[in-house]
T-cell receptor
Framework: AQKVTQAQTEISVVEKEDVTLDCVYETRDTTYYLFWYKQPPSGELVFLIRRNSFDEQNEISGRYSWNFQKSTSSFNFTITASQVVDSAVYFCALRSYSSASKIIFGSGTRLSIRP | DAGVIQSPRHEVTEMGQEVTLRCKPISGHNSLFWYRQTMMRGLELLIYFNNNVPIDDSGMPEDRFSAKMPNASFSTLKIQPSEPRDSAVYFC?????????????????FGPGTRLTVL
């Protein structure tokens, strides 16, 4: 079975604080891919990052960073020095190699950045 | 480059009417996906196509829903007859199932969505 769990339903922080969004996944496949998407208030889904299971290097892109740990089946997302424009719903997603093109989405974390 | 294009962006209709949602995938992409997003159920995959062929329609709620992809640049999702419980945002996404270094590059890129309201 494949599953993505985003236990944090909503997070609210003050601008400039760092914030980490948790993502825990389940899959029996050894080859799989993890994604993060952002859904701002305007409603579109914006792709942020894709990681495959063989690459455990952490990734940093500006204020965004991702921590992939196979040992704990987690793919957490950290925003450093948060800004109001970061307010959105963030989805973690999983595609296992055996599931063809199906992507399983987590339920999302609603992040609110207060000025 | 143009992203995934969906039309209409908003649709309000009355129960029992036929609704057709349209999608133009990113040029060169060979996989297309239809999703539905609601507060209660989150993001659900309805159906996806690979090279214009429906591969998995197990997410289609019932026979009132149908999807077609007559060519690589166009797909439709039709609801007939529509019901109030069909109210949701419907997203179309596309990806390229090509190979890069032996690994599928299958990131899905989403359109802006169609917000459907059935009264």
């Amino acid at each position: 079975a494949q599953k993505v769990t985003q236990a944090q339903t909503e997070i609210s922080v003050v601008e400039k604080e760092d914030v980490t969004l948790d993502c825990v996944y389940e899959t029996r496949d050894t080859t799989y891919y993890l994604f993060w998407y952002k859904q701002p208030p305007s409603g579109e889904l914006v792709f942020l990052i894709r990681r495959n299971s063989f690459d455990e290097q952490n990734e940093i892109s500006g204020r965004y960073s991702w921590n992939f740990q196979k040992s704990t089946s987690s793919f957490n997302f950290t925003i450093t020095a948060s800004q109001v424009v970061d307010s959105a719903v963030y989805f973690c997603a999983l595609r296992s190699y055996s599931s063809a093109s199906k992507i399983i989405f987590g339920s999302g974390t609603r992040l609110s950045i207060r000025p | 480059d143009a992203g995934v294009i969906q039309s209409p962006r908003h649709e309000v209709t009355e129960m029992g009417q036929e609704v057709t949602l349209r999608c133009k995938p990113i040029s060169g992409h060979n996989s297309l996906f239809w999703y539905r997003q609601t507060m209660m159920r989150g993001l659900e995959l309805l159906i996806y196509f690979n090279n214009n062929v429906p591969i998995d329609d197990s997410g289609m709620p019932e026979d009132r829903f149908s999807a077609k992809m007559p060519n690589a640049s166009f797909s439709t999702l039709k609801i007939q007859p529509s019901e109030p419980r069909d109210s949701a945002v419907y997203f179309c996404a596309s990806s390229s199932m090509g190979l890069a270094g032996g690994t599928r590059t299958d990131t899905q890129y989403f359109g802006p969505g169609t917000r459907l309201t059935v009264l």
